[in-house]
């Protein structure tokens, strides 16, 4: 059996799960306030080409949502997301679940476009009855978005122009970062990311670690007081330094770029493979996931050797599927699959 | 450098690590619906004498304490806990950010007593006023308790009672709960455990595990949609089969009850040298948290070579201090320190 | 000056302030458990035809929808409503304050349709990530709806049978509900609403009241525990008797009906009157919120001498206005409308 | 019967009765953006010598403790009471239902002291796991308190330098503020209370008016959105002018401090009358609540014709009883409790 289920299906790259081993029995502080996690830090903010980026390390992406746009928002405000945004589909109701609304805008390919924001937030001050609604506290977008696709550097400062026109924080979750990064035909870069939004998280958990999600606040005046929210929201990880450890590992040598390219490689591969054998794509993905639509036949005689999910309900004829690759994917498995096309 | 200052300051026994090693390559499913999660909770309810119970692995304390006490209960109701319980104390108002208020009764060396919670209860009921106020609707324990004691089989069944006369689940928590039943003239049991209340959970994190808590759910009533609200508290971890892997290495081979009887075998031997140089215990602690009254020239003497915390503010002439074991503590520590005394 | 803006910008119907006066001057226990306020819910329970429903008397209509819906849903669940729903535009996230998403569907007019709801919840559960997602957990619905429109027999039966086949509640906010009782064309009677869903309220606000709104409960196994949530939502008047005072004399000799009838019936006339002059109607309401577009320099001209809406912005040539007649309304005021025209 | 439970057993105030009455007909726009409440708010800004206070209006006083808070406190903040704090009791978790936890010091006969919240707060900076804990974002005190007792000028200057000092806002539960300010004895006034707090209310509910409490902000940095807050508190009157009617009759001609004198005048002739028959005062009150300890039979005679509270269970042989005066408390009353004794 191959698989393409997930980014998240194996465990962690093997150079990081070599410096896990090695430390494994060393003796530290715990909540990430140990040299580890100072150092993964640092190495961030150097990457971000921001020295004075506060750094949080937490355990995966719901509670990074939720603690971050908890502690952003105000109470009488809301969170733009596009209708199809993480946060406002699978998260169980995790933000209204700290109280919050979550405000949607039309999903172009699970983007947001930059005057939509703007009109939305021009209209919503031109209503007299807008003290008697949710008011516009900040901006979500993801990057790569959950269909793989990528904000151009245009799209983004464009966002980012109108959010900080409009006094409202820029966060980007940025749970599959570095397949966005590696995606091809990117022009946004590590630092463009950190420079355009006010903070943004480098997922871990999908692009080679055990778990790990490091959130970088750029903007000082936002999330004063992140740590105690981290706790209060159940997100901080009593051996805080197996973060650190994870992502000093994924920082050094360009680990971390080096799992996205590759992994990004393989997903082009496999596109091209659908292409060639006239299978339309359905979203045109630059990074490692991938969403073909393919007769149901097809569908079922793929399943019998390899391992995907149904994107959306089974169709009549024809259904989408999601192929998605990972640290672990190897080009055999693609070569497989080929052969199983 | 020897270091006290508590039981999560290494890595995962090697055992353990030694599993995760293993599997790093395989891949599953994610969120825990993989073999080895469901390995883990059968010998989970084997261990707990439970074949009916529901298991789910979380990732920490703070977070498995919110989300159970969440889900148990209504809009209108509180949780009976200790003044000095983990919830009412360090865990940055988890509890309230859920909406419910922690209903605190006295702490006895961190324990509550049956005949007090249930006064509180009778007396909630008999007060015209009581729909003014916030109902009990759970109670909360832990063991072993904050201060490292254990409730008897007695106490623990009265209070149990108690509960269900009142018709309010019982919850424990077991952050430590492998050093609860090592404990000293420890008289309960991990079955008697279960038997007793309606959900507790079997600490990993600081009993060996890199983290994850396994909640056992025996009452058939409450909590049944503990799915979502775990994703929905963010305490999903997409790769849950580190979690599967860990408890499964835990409850195999008795490697959690060897790890806690060792490490409690040690906080006992350091104990005894405490008492032998004639320091007064400030709490009678059976398992592998100690605490001592010692002078502050000792304890700015012992910090020279060895790590540990005071428990609460330094006083004039003396202090409190507190001296903590874990699987990583060696025997060679335990006679270092006492060369050190 | 004649105003159409809203119906609750003159005071009490003159009976209903008549009581008030009488019963100023005595002595009652508070909180609504006095014998005015008994009284009243036993004049609506006979009203309703349910001699077993419970009754309470709250004092605004957002604080009656947030206390109920944080009353019935569980904490993994949210509440299904038309995108127009008021508790989703205009509530100022009341709703999601207490920490529950509201799950829309498109409005038609503002109603919802029962084939749609259906269809959301049959999706919802062969979703297989359903439990990363929020269930539905109750319908809303208002009667009238906030565009003046109402359910008829059918459609009201056809979502009450979907609800109840899916095993969740209805709810129906009946903040204008005598308006929508009194319709032009309706054929749903207030013991139809009473027995189709599980719990409504009876708006005393904008229907005469000086403020109040009747819940009434019909359906036995919700909200058991609704007096303290009514305090915890800080929606309990200590001078409670007020709110039995007036609902005992809105329920008496049909004034809550008198007023309804005679406020549908200027309406009507406002109505016939726009389209006589040729304004088209932009929705069809037989209520007491009529809705209209009116070319820009006719709005400008009646504003010099009658106060109203606007309802949504500005159009460059023509704009939608609301017009809405309430007990204080009088024929001469619509008469002084017509000549205006 | 006379009547002495509390003081919302009536309805309004002749005058404030009346000036509703004659206001009853008239149209005006809702949510207290009419010229009463505007005409109300500026009478109440030259009353409390800040020409600069914002004012706002809402219904009763659990929801503008509620909403007050919730609007003051960050989420990783608590608010400091007292034990015995109405919001710490009799609100039915109202503060922890907003995500809050009440940070409780011990009650001095209800009031707070300097000292012990200056001690609170530099012990919490002083723990080392201070951001594990609640932190503390305000101070909240009632004048006067729940047992009737009132701070000095002194006290209250002191517990205001604690506070500004400490950088959090100190809040004032005024919901029987006039009876503090009316007290035997008491040297604060309203300007006094203005300057030394940052936002505090005025209680109408209790001291004359129907239902109302002022909420007077004098600080400019804090609840800078409070308006959008009372709506999503389900706190905002649709016919809003309802408490401006009534704040503008209490605050014109000095109805408000002669309502609140000539009520506590009453309860002092009260207390005299239980002093000279022997009762012990409970609680030396200077205000319009009064505490007596008295036998059980005496209890139980009195209740033949008088109605009043107990405080507290009954004891077997004397039992805490409280009276209460109120604008309808004649001294036709009072002379029948006194031949009564």
Redesign the interface.
């Known amino acids: 059996m191959i698989?393409f289920?997930?980014d998240?299906?194996?465990?962690?790259h093997?150079e990081v799960?070599a410096r896990?081993?090695e430390?494994?029995?060393?003796?530290?502080?715990?909540y990430g306030c140990d040299g580890y996690t100072k150092k993964a830090a640092g190495l961030i903010r150097e990457a971000c080409g921001q020295e004075d980026a506060r750094v949080y390390f937490l355990?995966?992406?719901?509670?990074?949502n939720?603690?971050v746009i908890?502690?952003i928002l105000?109470?009488?405000e809301?969170v733009i997301a596009a209708e199809s945004g993480h946060i406002n589909?699978?998260?169980?109701?995790?933000i209204?679940?700290?109280?919050?609304?979550?405000l949607t805008l039309p999903s172009h390919c699970g983007k947001l476009v930059a005057s939509e924001i703007k009109a939305y937030i021009d209209?919503f001050y031109?209503?007299?009855?807008y003290?008697?609604?949710?008011?516009p506290g900040m901006v979500y977008i993801s990057f790569p978005t959950e269909y793989g696709t990528v904000y151009t550097l245009e799209e983004l400062t464009a966002i980012s122009e109108v959010c900080h026109d409009a006094g409202i924080p820029l966060f980007i979750d940025g749970a599959r970062l570095g397949y966005g990064l590696a995606a091809d035909g990117n022009n946004v870069t590590l630092k463009n990311i950190a420079r355009l939004c006010d903070v943004f998280y480098i997922g871990g958990?999908?692009v080679g670690a055990?778990?790990g999600e490091a959130v970088v606040i750029t903007n000082p005046d936002i999330l004063k007081?992140f740590?105690?929210?981290i706790?209060?929201?159940?997100?901080?990880?009593?051996?805080g330094r197996?973060l650190g450890v994870q992502f000093e590992a994924l920082f050094t040598d360009g680990l971390y770029e080096r799992i996205a390219r590759d992994t990004v490689r393989k997903a082009l591969r496999l596109k091209e493979a659908f292409k060639a054998k006239g299978y339309p794509v359905e979203v045109d993905s630059p990074t490692n996931q991938q969403f073909f639509k393919l007769p149901n036949e097809v569908i079922d005689r793929l399943r019998e050797n390899a391992?995907f999910e149904?994107w959306g309900?089974r169709g009549e004829t024809e259904s989408v599927v999601r192929f998605v690759t990972g640290w672990?994917t190897t080009d055999a498995d693609i070569d497989t699959l080929i052969t199983l096309l």
Chains 1, 2, 3, 4 share one sequence.
């Open positions: 698989y289920d997930s998240y299906m194996a465990g962690a093997p799960m896990l081993a430390t494994n029995g060393e003796h530290t502080v715990g355990v995966g992406g719901t509670q990074t939720a603690t908890d502690g105000s109470r009488h809301g589909v699978h998260e169980a109701g995790a209204e679940a700290t109280g919050h609304k979550i209209n031109s209503d007299d009855t003290e008697h609604m949710v008011a958990t999908k055990l778990f007081h740590f105690p929210l706790k209060q929201h159940g997100a901080l990880l009593a051996k197996l391992s149904m309900p672990a």
